[in-house]
């Protein structure tokens, strides 16, 4: 019968600094060039055999390079450096599931297009054109919900109030606008 299991790797690696940018790196004693993957000198295995450490595993050898990757690096900075990056992944045993909460005191019919309206000619007295995100700001002001928002800029494009000028500016069709500021006065 077979055995069925995990067989330990003794396969003999060399543990060497690279000799143009100093980072350690390994590579199997079969082969017979290593590239440096940070400057891209090549090294051969046979001249480098006495400047290294030879270690059995390739495990062993992995952490042998970080072990003498955090050695160096202690060394030229003083500190230990930090690999890794802000945003990364951490794992969580203790994730909370949180259920959608119905809003209270959330009147459906509200309607947000006097305060819209109001908003736009607040914008284009102040600017000729303007972005999007001057949109977003002012809405933020005026209280009116990013989903509202949306719609009522849709529905104002498609009934020529705004005016796309460019990729992600907006003007006000003035004659169009007038017959909404007479409403709002």
Excluded: W
């Excluded at 055999?49 to 202690?74: H, L, P, R």
């Excluded at 990056?85 to 045993?93: R, V, Y």
Aim: hydrophobic share 35%.
């Amino acid at each position: 019968m077979e055995e069925v299991g995990f067989k330990k790797d003794e396969t003999p690696y060399i543990v060497f600094p690279c000799s143009k940018c100093k980072q350690y790196m390994y590579v199997k004693m079969t082969q017979k060039t290593k590239r440096c993957l940070r400057c891209g000198r090549h090294h051969k295995v046979v001249s480098i055999i006495n400047s290294g450490e030879i270690i059995d595993g390739i495990t062993n050898a992995v952490d042998m390079v970080k072990q003498k990757q955090t050695e160096f690096a202690t060394k030229e900075s003083g500190s230990v450096p930090e690999f890794r990056a802000m945003g990364d992944f951490k794992s969580s045993n203790k994730i909370k599931f949180c259920t959608v909460q119905k809003k209270e005191n959330l009147d459906i019919n509200e309607d947000y297009s006097a305060d819209f309206k109001r908003m736009l000619s607040e914008i284009s007295n102040m600017y000729k054109k303007f972005p999007y995100y001057l949109i977003e700001i002012m809405a933020e002001d005026y209280n009116i919900p990013e989903t509202e928002l949306k719609i009522l800029v849709r529905n104002s494009i498609t009934n020529g109030i705004l005016n796309q000028a460019e990729r992600n500016l907006y003007e006000l069709n003035a004659k169009k606008f007038k017959r909404f500021i007479s409403v709002l006065k």
